[in-house]
């Protein structure tokens, strides 16, 4: 940044702050003000140099694989247009990194030092490691890029982001009313960098803090303030030793797998093996059902395209509708699913789980067989009503929603009081329709293997939802399992559940 823009910037925020302060007693030459000027007038070059090769290596290898400029209309947009939906995509990306850096250990070792700040005013906003600063402006600015927005957009979408980044991070009292809902204010920021337990990895969006309502990651309490800033952990007070902090770290703890980021250090062996494995199947999860999801709407796609020469093309529509919605669903309570509370032991249950749940992806690469209109009618229409159902059940089971046998809340009401696992019920008669659909003896054949599998995998579910929660077997004892009205014994009866071990 240049001397007059620093100058400038200083002479609008220093007597700002002076007559709105949200802290009165914090001083305009705080604690470690000129680390972050360093900040200011050295970190831009690092960052602009290591985001220039990432970003323009990405930027060819898209152009490689999609051609120059592979979306034109966006740049046919009127100007506001284009600068909004700018905001709104460069917003869900950045929030995508913000939250993985403080997800993923190795990351939020380099996000640590934009949270040790401890006093806060326009110049902290500068106090961000390059890694850290590339790697969500990658996330970011990146799509907007290769968007075919206008130049003209993309540098007013630029002065607004960064004039907004000064604002947030500003000791100053600017309430933004209801507004504060939908965009990001000083006071929500603040709340991000506080030092207190309640608001941790809350309001993680950089603009809109609807993303946050939306996701769940809201933390604005009435008639508080935040009383502290900064970090539990150590952290160098000079530029360069901050730059170099992150990798030490990052060696010693590679080394001897030390605490990695603030919530690790108050956690247990066990309940931290539980969270990486949480996290590790997170990444699984969002990769795989990622490329189901693609591949969805590559078929709905194609069968929009070709439609003149597929017989009941409308039906064929609503099912891959359904299928694809069902999917977005799985994957964004994926990302915002709660926190573990207990876990299945054993491999068994952990196999069962997963072969169970991509099992029925194999029919991907087999052939379909030809079969007859009112065949397709009804696979048809049971994808489309299994999916709806489905979305409805996991609606309902929100962000307690699991692969792996774990529980994270217990689900009583609405679906949940006429069975006690109705997504598999549901999922029962989508998959029945996949099977119907394909028309092959494999997929027969794979459909009854999913099937015992998606039972076993209850009941290792209902072993841990009756450890976790005692209401459980109250529960079981008043709703049937999985058909309703009917109970079966042998898949009623509760699988003993293995003392801890992992
Ligand atoms: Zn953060």
């Known amino acids: 940044m240049d001397y007059t823009a620093i100058f400038v910037l200083a002479c609008i925020f220093i007597p700002l702050e002076k007559l709105l302060p949200l802290h009165p007693e914090q001083r305009t030459l705080r604690r470690d003000w000129l680390n972050d000027l360093i900040y200011v007038l050295v970190n831009g070059f690092v960052v602009r140099a290591g985001f220039t090769l990432v970003a323009g290596a990405l930027m060819l290898g898209i152009a490689y694989i999609a051609g120059p400029n592979p979306i034109r209309w966006t740049g046919a947009l009127p100007i506001w247009a284009q600068v909004t939906l700018a905001i709104i995509l460069a917003d869900i990306g950045y929030y995508t990194a913000h939250r993985i850096c403080h997800t993923v250990p190795a990351l939020w070792k380099f996000h640590a030092v934009h949270h040790s700040v401890e006093e806060m005013d326009w110049l902290a906003t500068h106090r961000v490691h390059p890694v850290d600063q590339i790697f969500s402006n990658t996330l970011s600015m990146l799509p907007i890029w290769v968007m075919g927005f206008s130049l003209e957009a993309l540098v007013i979408h630029q002065m607004i982001y960064q004039a907004h980044a000064l604002l947030l991070h500003s000791n100053l009292r600017i309430k933004f009313g209801p507004l504060k809902w939908l965009v990001a204010s000083p006071e929500y920021h603040h709340w991000h960098h506080a030092n207190e337990r309640d608001a941790y990895d809350r309001n993680f969006a950089a603009q809109l803090s609807i993303i946050d309502v939306i996701a769940g990651t809201i933390f604005l309490p009435i008639k508080r303030r935040p009383k502290s800033y900064g970090l539990n952990e150590p952290m160098p007070r000079n530029y360069p030793m901050q730059l170099i902090h992150p990798f030490r770290s990052l060696a010693r703890s590679l080394m001897q797998a030390a605490p990695s980021n603030r919530l690790e250090t108050r956690m247990?062996?066990?309940?931290?093996?539980?969270?990486?494995?949480?996290?590790?199947?997170?990444?699984?999860?969002?990769?795989?059902?990622?490329?189901?999801?693609?591949?969805?709407?590559?078929?709905?796609?194609?069968?929009?395209?070709?439609?003149?020469?597929?017989?009941?093309?409308?039906?064929?529509?609503?099912?891959?509708?359904?299928?694809?919605?069902?999917?977005?669903?799985?994957?964004?309570?994926?990302?915002?699913?709660?926190?573990?509370?207990?876990?299945?032991?054993?491999?068994?249950?952990?196999?069962?789980?997963?072969?169970?749940?991509?099992?029925?992806?194999l029919l991907i690469v087999i052939p379909p067989q030809a079969i007859s209109a009112e065949t397709r009618i009804i696979?048809?229409?049971?994808?489309?009503?299994?999916?709806?159902?489905?979305?409805?059940?996991?609606?309902?089971?929100?962000?307690?929603?699991?692969?792996?046998?774990?529980?994270?809340?217990?689900?009583?009401?609405?679906?949940?009081?006429?069975?006690?696992?109705?997504?598999?019920?549901?999922?029962?008669?989508?998959?029945?329709?996949?099977?119907?659909?394909?028309?092959?003896?494999?997929?027969?054949?794979?459909?009854?293997?999913?099937?015992?599998?998606?039972?076993r995998r209850a009941q290792y579910e209902e072993a841990v939802l009756r450890q976790t929660f005692p209401e459980y077997a109250d529960y079981a004892a008043r709703v049937p399992m999985l058909i309703p009205g009917l109970r079966l014994g042998w898949l009623e009866a509760p699988v003993a559940r293995k003392p801890e071990n992992i």
């Open 268 to 361: 247990s062996a066990t309940e931290k093996t539980r969270a990486s494995e949480d996290n590790l199947g997170k990444l699984a999860m969002l990769l795989a059902f990622g490329y189901f999801g693609y591949q969805q709407v590559l078929s709905l796609i194609s069968v929009v395209v070709n439609r003149d020469s597929i017989p009941l093309w409308e039906l064929a529509i609503c099912s891959l509708i359904g299928g694809t919605a069902f999917l977005g669903f799985v994957l964004y309570y994926t990302i915002t699913r709660l926190p573990p509370r207990e876990s299945a032991t054993g491999v068994t249950s952990r196999i069962v789980a997963i072969v169970g749940t991509f099992i029925m992806s």
């Open 379 to 455: 696979s048809s229409v049971m994808v489309t009503i299994g999916s709806m159902v489905s979305i409805y059940c996991l609606r309902q089971l929100g962000r307690s929603f699991s692969i792996m046998a774990t529980s994270r809340a217990l689900k009583t009401q609405g679906a949940y009081n006429t069975v006690r696992h109705p997504l598999y019920a549901a999922e029962v008669l989508m998959i029945f329709g996949v099977v119907l659909g394909h028309g092959t003896a494999l997929a027969f054949g794979l459909g009854a293997i999913w099937l015992v599998l998606q039972v």
